[in-house]
């Protein structure tokens, strides 16, 4: 990076004009002739029909650039009628032909030229100087032409607040109609001959004459072409030969200024007017132009018009034509000039230019706010303040101009090595994104810093990288951050949180932000939860006052050389005292600076704020221009949000018919569109208020504050249809339909016809002149907002939001975040789904756009037959898609958007405390094992920093202060921290009062936590309490109570603690600390639940099912015992849990089979949760040794009491407790048993833990849309996956794991899982899947091989301690295994057919037997022959085989056919032993068999043969010893179909198997692929990256990211699917199709998760639903519930409308407890016989 690089990037400038001018998007080319046009209408009509339309739009496509033709004379009176002919409009035509030489990137000026030199108006102003001089000259002659001077004060007045003063002449009103006529030719000669007489007498210099008196032809002329000829441009002279002989005609004088020749007393052409036209001509076009520049045409006069576009047809079209060539060629070679100064610019530099250039406009602005900059000031030198600094105040008040003022000054301010960055957020699309805004940033600071590091594109990981780059700032540079505007960034990622904001910075970063005081509550963020220890940090920008807004005021004035009158500075005083915002103050200057000395000013033009000033400036504007106009002008310029270029304005201005009924009104033009001028003359008078910008290459105008696009809105835009229409013509517009097509109007006669109004085609990609692809970013930009906003969804949906090629296109046009950004208008189902998948793939479509089919379809596919916005998508994906990635997802990625799981937080270790705080908003996870306490935010789904904790159990104080741990070794400290620092607070050594030896045995438990106390039970022979005080960090009280304790609870209400002694249940005063009661149970307790006002106890034991209420006083004394019985529902199950809802009335009873909710205050049960009878007793989870039983492990009741969840195995279930029905809803986690379950208190969020898992499962409940099929994972990386013969299902097996996954190849779900004692070793299925012999690890089982019926989920067989070889035939349910007989040393092998056909296993053993079976054997294609590679015996010094055989089994016969060995193999292979054998996949007979190749005389290999082997006649084909060479991995070889190719994998190379020689090669070396199609395409990976090569041309069809690295890949025998194995135990399925060779429908339809039969006959519905799999049930607890899996690895299922809306409602809700009923009822409660208010005891009959 070069040191001006760095200074631009460091914001230390040496001069603002160092920073890269912005090269122009238009080619903007002012046409001129004399006004008012009707000497070249048809010409002009011609260009504006015929040439201008085509090159506009070769223009965009070749090159990029708008070409704008600026006709200002097109009439505003229709056609090509004159335009108003005033000095404001001479003025105006300048100005625009001065921006046309400012901004056009190419040729900007075109002249027409003919016989007339045109019109020379009087003078609008003359310097007082001068003007004196004139009178004075004029008084001083005697000539007849001076006789008219008094017309000089008649019609001229001096304007003062001009300086130096001129004098103006007057406006012309109505009332002066007629004198104005009489005077104007006589003026204009007093004028010429007083400036005649002052260049006579030296006064003035003799050109003044041609400088006040030129044509405004001239001057356009000179202005055009002296100033600005090195852009391009030229000259149309045109010359009507026989125009003399016509110059008494009426109509010449269109043409040609004529006298009256008195001596001939005939008309003539005016010979003064000529000699000044071939001046013009000559001096000014030849001497600036050259000759090619200048087209010279002669016609001759045609009837009475002079000039006929029929009858001077052939002349326009030349014309045309030779106009169309030369702005080609110009446009041409500025086009190729421009791109040759082109400098390639990053996205960074772009970006960090577009907010300097922001800096300059206005930082240069900023006065007045002194004591706000030093207030920033102090704060960049204050070393002590560790967190940032806030400015705020109303929209208007000078913030930004506050900042960008600091900015630019910063290089003087602070030492030269401050690096400082400043973000006007929402200036441009990264800027407005927190992501893309963080990015940016981090881009920045690395570059100052000269490291080469690449940011991540995760929004976590950004956000972590952005708080470690701050830190990491050198110390010898500070780093000083502006963000200006807090309120314009989007919503994503929850920025408006601003969580990602550091709350504590080094001492040498400071962090500036500004924001409005009312928006998004982000003030109230800032004050209460950020700044929290430097209050000073916050400055309110106030308004400026009258004082300082008056100087304002007078010193722009003086720079602009103008002042103003007492009367009009009183009035400006007067405006200032109402309102003083530094906006108002511009607004009002721009007013100010064109008054007059003499304007009378009405103060209602000033208004007295903002809006009241625009309020009176766009009424003007309405009564000068129309209010029709105005109104549709401003609001296509709001509507646009991003604003619009002067072309664009025009095209939607001649698509809006009441717009052109408004400005055709009288007249009807040629080509019906809108004349540049409306727009144009409407542009200046609103320029004070628009930026001209760069937005997606095209030059923009747009408001340049916030506050007038908000009152354009509320003005214009609030009438709901007209909005309607505004928006419906800008999609229009940039969708192309009404390019070359014809609209309808009617004409001044009232009739209806049609005509094309010229507007672009707006493709959505452009092919540049280097066959370049552009991107119509215009339109990706505003038709999805238009359409929204129009209300054509359908289109939206169609066109845009499920439109493959919008989608793609505009991604690589923009970015994603712009599709993101679309979708978010209309958040419906379908969108948001859509999003979240967008979201989620977010980083693999940025890294590779060409995977967006495979994201979108891997996705989306659950909702395929469901949604049909999305099951069009995904069809296009599938067809347009495959010329981007010819790879088809078979069934949906596990990673899929619209499922309860919001979020899955890992953590280093098993899981062992789960904690919530109050509020939801965090959770903490820890190990006893670990020191490390993790924190996650459940809102934002961010992990937050670590807090480094103390080992052992925790614990949560309900005020989530205190954080108490247990030590998890010896238990005899219970340590107290800080639970958001993890800081020390002080520890309880319970032990050391106790006063026990060491060899005691000694346990601390249980635990109770509140915010002022821990209680805790201690057990050695005897049981003691232990109650520790937060506020004095000490034991208060330790009480030996005897015998065995169960339980302790301190109350809620903290005045007592509850423990039990035995089957005594004791309560202790927190305030005495002393015992207040005594309480006599039946049982010991086990159970316990206490209600908030700690007024009522309830306890029970695991199996006495008996809920004994105890009713206490608030101190803890027993009021009245009462008891519940439940053994009729719970019989023999054993109580594990007792708890409260939040309402205190449902009492919830959770046992190991039953769950029971029970209401209190009507002594009902009210639900009964049975464990269903479809569940299995025990299941062995992978990689247990041991089954483990299956039970209910917890029950939750919602915060609001109206949903039960319970969990049993892997599955939740819910409960509508009203109606005591289960709900059609159940999540299905990963494969676990679930041991804790926890509602977030003020979220739809539920968390799950599972067994021994490292990980938290985040639920949200009203963020699930449907039924949703996601898929689950194996626990280990896959090593092996086997096919059944009918595609229908793969069997998948873990590294060293236990578990064998049956997945359904239709739709990815795990339809079984097998789990052993040992791991597996080897599997085989049945050709349908029904059947698998399963060999395992015999050193920890009695039998290693087993043979499961997989659809009864049972071993059918299990048999022997040796390992063998097992193969499955192709077309019956048929294994043959190949084992030795004994354990013995070579004991030989015996050959035994399991045959399944008939549902049970039938078993054969062949008599022969093999001394070796040396490797797998396999089954030819057809069934008939098993091959087997054998060997006489085993040579152990040599570590081979000796006489390596292939031996060849006929199947049908159960026979051996035939030996191949050493004799059969002599005359071909002396000496060259047989090591491996290759089958031919598509071939019944002939397999391969390779060999090594040894140097004679040396046991070095040289390689490796092959030899051709027919097993049917037992004879050699073909064999060649130069095959592969001896680095080969002989199990990386695979063969085509047909035989005709081999493919060595790891060396990528390609072998002819009929030369043997290599034909070519493929990837890169990998040890693992597929051959599809015949071997015409390979499928093979690279990391998480499938790559699937057509072999013929090494053509990538397809790659993308699986999300996890790959381990495995299988080929289905269908020849087009590919199963692949992830590390993560992931298993998913593609089919591969070409676009350039496959019948791509075909294969598409034959998808099972594309079948749809909604719209099929019966007939057909009843097939396909026949081929649709059903879900298995072997881990559901409701098997009759169709239950649907989420994000990684799990399941869910949602049911009705109702249930959704019970989920989603789920809240807190309070609830009085009622008073305590005694009557007894059949649900078993009984009377309290005796109550003693302050009894120790209390007796219960």
């Given at each position: ?15 603002l ?24 209408r ?17 223009t ?6 708008e ?53 020379r ?51 012309v ?45 001239e ?56 000699q ?9 076009i ?62 960074l ?78 200036l ?42 701050l ?28 969580q ?8 040498n ?47 722009w ?99 809006d ?27 200046d008078?609103?320029?004070?208020m628009?930026?001209?910008?760069v ?42 339909n ?68 919008w989608?793609y ?39 590779n ?131 958001m ?32 106390f ?27 109570l ?5 339980i ?49 106890v ?22 009245m015992?009462?008891k ?5 529902f ?86 509508n407790?009203?109606?005591g ?25 539920i ?7 490292q990980?938290?499962?985040?639920w ?59 791991e ?10 029904s ?43 048929t ?28 078993e ?8 070796h ?156 692929l ?8 390979a499928?093979y ?9 057509r ?20 080929a ?98 309070y ?31």
């Open positions: 990076m070069d040191a001006a690089q760095l200074r631009l990037y460091s914001g230390h400038l040496n001069s004009s160092d920073i890269p001018t912005e090269q122009s998007n238009q080619i903007k080319v002012f046409l001129s002739c004399n006004l008012p046009g009707e000497e070249f048809e010409e002009r009509n011609a260009i504006l029909s015929r040439v201008i339309p085509p090159l506009r739009e070769e965009k496509a070749k090159y990029g650039l070409l704008h033709h600026v006709d200002l004379m097109f009439g505003a009176d229709g056609g090509a009628g004159g335009i108003v002919d005033s000095y404001e409009a001479r003025e105006f035509r300048l100005k625009e032909l001065l921006r046309a030489q400012k901004l056009s990137a190419g040729p900007c000026f075109m002249v027409l030229i003919g016989q007339k030199y045109g019109k108006p009087v003078p609008q102003l003359v310097l007082s100087e001068i003007f004196e001089l004139i009178q004075t000259a004029l008084l001083n002659s005697n000539g007849r032409r001076a006789r008219a001077f008094n017309l000089l004060d008649k019609w001229y007045i001096k304007d003062e607040n001009s300086i130096p003063a001129v004098h103006v002449l007057r406006p009103v109505e009332s002066d109609g007629d004198d104005w006529s009489e005077d104007r030719d006589s003026l204009w000669n007093v004028l010429m001959y007083g400036v005649e007489l002052c260049c006579r007498e030296g006064s003035l210099p003799p050109e003044a004459i041609r400088t006040y008196f030129a044509s405004e032809l001057n356009e002329v000179k202005h055009g072409l002296m100033h600005g000829s090195e852009r391009g441009g030229f000259v149309v002279e045109r010359k009507i030969t026989d125009l003399a002989n016509y110059a008494g005609e009426k109509q010449a004088q269109v043409f040609t200024e004529t006298e009256w020749n008195e001596v001939e007393e005939r008309a003539q052409l005016c010979t003064g007017s000529m000044l036209l071939q001046s013009l001509k000559t001096d000014v030849q001497a600036n132009l050259p000759d090619e520049c200048i087209s010279r045409y002669s016609i001759l006069w045609r009837y009475d018009s002079g000039i006929d576009s029929q009858f001077h047809k052939e002349y326009i079209d030349e014309l045309c034509n030779d106009l169309t060539t030369k702005l080609r060629d110009q446009i041409s070679e500025a086009a190729a000039a421009a791109e040759a100064r082109k400098v390639y610019r990053s996205r530099h772009e970006e960090v230019i577009a907010h300097w250039r922001k800096a300059i406009d206005r930082g240069r602005a900023c006065e007045g706010r002194d004591n706000e900059q030093e207030n920033l000031l102090n704060y960049l030198k204050d070393e002590r303040n560790t967190e940032f600094y806030t400015i705020y105040g109303e929209s208007g008040s000078g913030k930004t101009c506050i900042l960008s003022s600091l900015f630019l000054e910063m290089k003087n301010l602070l030492p030269q090595s401050t690096i400082a960055v400043i973000r006007f957020i929402g441009t699309h990264e800027s407005a994104n927190l992501r893309d805004l963080l990015q940016s940033i981090c881009q920045q600071i690395l570059t100052c810093l000269n490291r080469d590091i690449s940011v991540p594109m995760d929004f976590p990981e950004v956000l972590k990288f952005f708080s470690a780059l830190h990491e700032i050198p110390s010898s540079i500070q780093l000083v951050l502006l963000l200006d505007s807090l309120n314009s960034l989007l919503p994503d990622f929850n920025s408006h949180l601003l990602w904001l550091p709350s504590s910075l080094p001492k970063v400071r962090i500036i932000v500004s924001c409005q005081p009312h928006a998004h509550g982000m003030f109230t963020r800032l004050k209460t939860e950020l700044i929290t220890k430097h209050h000073e940090n916050f400055t309110e920008v106030k308004p400026l006052g009258q004082d300082v807004a008056m100087m304002l005021t007078l010193r004035l003086q720079q602009e050389s103008m002042c103003i009158t007492n009367e009009q500075a009183e009035q400006i005083k007067a405006a200032f005292n109402k309102c003083s915002l530094p906006l108002y103050i511009k607004f009002l200057f721009n007013r100010i600076r064109k008054w007059r000395s003499f304007d009378l000013i009405d103060s209602k033009v000033l208004g007295t704020s903002c809006s009241t000033f625009l309020d009176a400036l766009f009424e003007e504007f309405e009564l000068k221009y129309g209010k029709v106009l105005v109104k549709h002008s401003v609001s296509y310029l709001t509507a646009s949000k991003t604003g619009l270029s002067d072309m664009e304005m025009e095209d939607l201005l001649s698509l018919e009441h717009v052109m009924e408004h400005v055709h009104c009288k007249s009807e033009p040629v080509v019906r569109r809108c004349p540049p001028k409306v727009w144009a003359q409407l542009r008078e609103l320029d004070f628009l930026n001209l910008k937005a997606d290459d095209y030059d923009v105008y747009y408001w340049n504050h916030a506050i007038i696009r908000e009152y354009t809105e509320n003005r214009y835009l609030a009438n709901d249809s007209f909005r309607k229409k505004i928006h419906c013509t800008i999609a229009d517009y940039y969708l192309g009404w390019f070359q097509k014809p609209m309808k109007y009617k004409n001044l006669n009232g009739e209806e016809k049609l005509v094309e109004r010229y507007v672009l085609s707006q493709p959505l990609t452009y092919t540049s002149a280097g066959g370049k692809t552009d991107y119509n970013q215009r339109k990706y930009d505003q038709v999805p907002r238009h359409l929204y906003l129009a209300n054509r969804l359908d289109e939206l949906n169609a066109k845009v939001m499920f439109n493959y090629d989608l296109n505009k991604i690589k046009a923009l970015s994603l975040q712009k599709i993101l950004a679309d979708l978010s208008l209309n958040p419906g189902t379908e969108a948001t789904l859509l999003e979240s998948a967008l979201r989620s793939a977010q980083g693999l479509i940025e890294k756009i060409d995977s967006l089919p495979v994201e979108l379809s891997g996705r989306l596919l659950p909702y395929y037959h469901t949604y049909p916005n999305l099951r069009s998508l995904i069809d296009q994906c599938g067809t347009a898609g495959l010329s981007h990635c010819a790879i088809v997802p078979l069934f949906n990625y596990h990673q899929v958007p619209g499922s309860p799981l919001q979020y899955t937080f890992e953590y280093t270790d098993q899981i062992d405390s789960l904690l919530v705080t109050q509020d939801g908003r965090y959770v903490f996870t820890k190990s006893d094992n670990s020191q490390v306490l993790r924190k996650f935010d459940l809102l934002s789904g961010e992990i937050q920093a670590d807090i480094a904790t103390s080992y052992g159990k925790a614990y949560l104080s309900p005020d989530d202060c205190y954080l108490v741990i247990v030590d998890n070794e010896i238990e005899k400290a219970v340590k107290v921290h800080n639970a620092t993890g800081n020390y607070i002080f520890q309880l050594i319970p032990i050391n009062l106790i006063g026990m030896n060491e060899q005691r045995k000694y346990h601390l438990g249980p635990i109770s936590v509140s915010s002022k821990i209680a805790t039970l201690i057990t050695t022979e005897a049981t003691h309490l232990c109650i520790g005080c937060f506020e004095d960090q000490d034991i208060v009280k330790l009480v030996n005897g015998g065995k304790g169960s302790v609870r301190i109350s809620p209400n903290q005045d007592y603690v509850l423990c039990n002694v035995g089957s005594n249940v004791l309560t202790y005063s927190l305030q005495t600390y002393e015992q207040v009661c005594l309480t006599p149970l039946e049982y010991r307790p086990t159970c316990h639940a206490i209600n908030k006002s700690s007024s009522k309830l306890l029970t034991d695991e199996f006495s099912h008996i809920i004994t209420v105890i009713h206490m006083s608030t101190q803890g004394h027993t009021q015992v009462s519940i019985s439940l053994q009729p719970l019989k023999g199950d054993r109580v594990l849990q007792i708890s409260l809802a939040d309402d205190d009335n449902s009492l919830l009873i959770r046992a190991e089979h039953n769950v029971l909710s029970y209401n209190t205050f009507t002594d009902k049960l009210t639900l009964h949760v049975k464990r269903p009878v479809s569940v299995m007793r025990e299941f062995r989870l992978p990689k247990h040794s041991k089954p483990t039983s299956i039970i209910y492990t917890d029950a939750i009741i919602s915060h609001d009491n109206d949903v039960l969840m319970t969990s049993l195995f892997r599955n939740i279930q819910f409960w407790l009203k109606t029905k289960p709900m059609e809803t159940t999540i299905l986690a990963p494969v676990g048993i679930i041991t804790k379950v926890i509602q977030s208190r003020f979220q739809s969020q968390l799950t833990v599972q067994q021994d898992a990980c938290v499962q985040v949200n409940l009203k963020d699930y849309v449907m039924d949703v099929t996601t898929l689950d994972r194996l626990t280990s990386p896959i090593d092996r996956l086997i096919l059944t013969e009918d595609n229908f299902f793969c069997f998948a097996t873990g590294c060293e794991s236990d578990e064998i996954g049956v997945i359904d190849m239709r739709t990815g779900l795990l339809v079984n899982l097998l789990t052993h004692e040992s597996v070793v080897d599997i085989t299925p049945t050709c349908d899947g059947f698998v012999f399963v060999a395992v690890n015999p050193s920890k089982t009695e039998f290693c091989n087993k043979i499961w019926s997989v659809n009864d989920r049972k071993i059918v067989k299990e048999f022997g301690q040796v390992l063998g070889h097992t193969v499955a035939v192709r077309k019956s349910k294994i043959i295994h190949i084992a030795q007989a004994s354990t013995m040393y070579q004991a030989p092998f015996t050959i035994t057919i399991f045959n399944f056909s008939s549902g049970t296993c039938e054969f053993t062949y008599d022969f037997i093999i001394n079976a040396i490797s797998k054997p396999f089954v030819t294609y057809d069934d008939t022959y098993m091959a087997l590679l054998t060997a006489d015996q085993y040579l152990e010094k040599e570590a081979c085989y000796n006489n390596p055989a292939v031996c060849a089994f006929y199947l049908k016969g159960r026979y051996m056919h035939s030996i191949i060995g050493k004799n059969e193999l002599s005359p071909f292979l002396d000496n060259r032993h047989i090591i491996a054998l290759v089958p031919i996949p598509m071939n019944s007979t002939e397999i391969i068999a390779i060999y090594q190749v040894k140097i004679s005389g040396c046991k070095q290999s040289s390689g490796y043969g092959f030899v051709s082997v027919d097993l049917a006649m037992g004879t050699i084909l073909r064999y060649s010893d130069n095959f592969m060479p001896s680095t080969t991995d002989l199990n990386a070889l695979y063969l085509t179909n047909d035989g005709s190719l081999c493919v060595n994998a790891n060396l990528g190379m390609i072998f002819a198997m009929n030369s043997g020689k290599r034909v070519g090669t493929i990837g890169n070396r990998m040890s693992k597929a051959l599809l199609k015949n071997g015409e395409v499928a990976y690279r990391g998480s990256h499938l790559i699937v090569e072999i013929e041309d090494n053509r990538i069809l397809g790659e993308c990211d699986v999300h996890v690295d790959i381990c495995h890949i299988k289905s025998n269908d020849d087009k699917t590919i199963m692949i194995g992830c590390v993560d135990g992931t298993v998913l399925g593609y089919v591969i199709i070409d676009p350039e060779k496959d019948e791509i429908n075909r294969l598409i339809l034959a998808i099972a998760s594309r079948q749809v039969v909604e719209d099929e006959p019966p007939e057909t519905k009843e097939v396909v639903k026949a081929r649709r799999p059903h879900t298995a049930t072997w881990d559901r607890t409701n098997s009759s519930a169709v239950t649907v899996r989420p994000l990684t690895a799990s399941n869910q299922k949602f049911g009705s409308s109702s249930d959704r809306e019970i989920l989603t409602k789920i809240r807190p809700v609830r009085t407890v009622s008073a305590v009923k005694t009557a007894r009822n059949n649900s078993g409660v009984h009377r309290l016989t005796s109550s003693y208010e302050k009894s120790r005891t209390c007796s219960v009959m």
